[in-house]
T-cell receptor, first 114, second 111 residues
Framework: NAGVTQTPKFQVLKTGQSMTLQCAQD?????MYWYRQDPGMGLRLIYY???????DKGEVPNGYNVSRLNKREFSLRLESAAPSQTSVYFC?????????????FGPGTRLTVL | TQLLEQSPQFLSIQEGENLTVYCNSS?????LQWYRQEPGEGPVLLVT?????EVKKLKRLTFQFGDARKDSSLHITAAQPGDTGLYLC???????????FGTGTRLKVLA
């Protein structure tokens, strides 16, 4: 099992460019999440998908869109990148069963917007 | 807006010392998690606590969930250099899929 995979690992954009961050999980989890992590800060939730076909806004959704393409894949799109979106982006999938509740994180995408 | 505050922000200690990291909020959470993150990697779950007053032990790590389910602590006994990393707490309110993360505690254990 690969777990949660993210592509690309690194990306540099110019202000105004668009791009899509890809995330896939092979653990058959229903819920998936996108977070951003800025220096000196914890993770902030951008969007989440409780199940295939549904998406909801998190704390900081402005400037982003998401697509839950199928149960495996959850993509994050920046339509017009801004320097304030320079960050490390993490995708996660969530497993729950009884008292077990675990988020599995991908390795992250390091995005710089010039 | 729910907030989780962690303290201290930074901690540098000698190998063998004990330490405690705190995670506090004015909000009630149905569950609270602790993660450790190493440079260049995603966070890895250490523990989930769900019951007020609950104490969980993971080798040298002891986790406690406050009675009112608003706060938590992580205690490390006899810290080792391998414990070095960023420790994050994350809370989830009842009836929601959303997690709120704390600002993190960066721990460095010197050999």
């Amino acid at each position: 099992n690969a777990g949660v995979t993210q592509t690309p690992k690194f990306q540099v954009l110019k202000t105004g460019q668009s791009m899509t961050l890809q995330c896939a999980q092979d653990m058959n989890h229903n819920s998936m999440y996108w977070y951003r992590q800025d220096p000196g800060m914890g993770l902030r939730l951008i969007y989440y998908s409780a199940s295939e076909g549904t998406t909801d806004k998190g704390e900081v959704p402005n400037g982003y869109n998401v697509s839950r393409l199928n149960k495996r894949e959850f993509s994050l799109r920046l339509e017009s990148a801004a320097p304030s979106q320079t960050s490390v982006y993490f995708c996660a999938s969530r497993f729950t069963s009884g008292s077990t509740d675990t988020q599995y994180f991908g390795p992250g995408t390091r995005l710089t917007v010039l | 807006t729910q907030l989780l505050e962690q303290s201290p922000q930074f901690l540098s200690i000698q190998e063998g010392e004990n330490l405690t990291v705190y995670c506090n909020s004015s909000s009630v959470f149905s569950s609270l998690q602790w993660y450790r993150q190493e440079p260049g990697e995603g966070p890895v779950l250490l523990v989930t606590v769900v019951t007020g007053g609950e104490v969980k032990k993971l080798k040298r790590l002891t986790f406690q969930f406050g009675d009112a389910r608003k706060d938590s602590s992580l205690h490390i006994t006899a810290a080792q250099p391998g414990d070095t990393g960023l420790y994050l707490c994350a809370g989830r309110a009842s009836g929601t899929y959303k997690y709120i993360f704390g600002t993190g505690t960066r721990l460095k254990v010197l050999a």
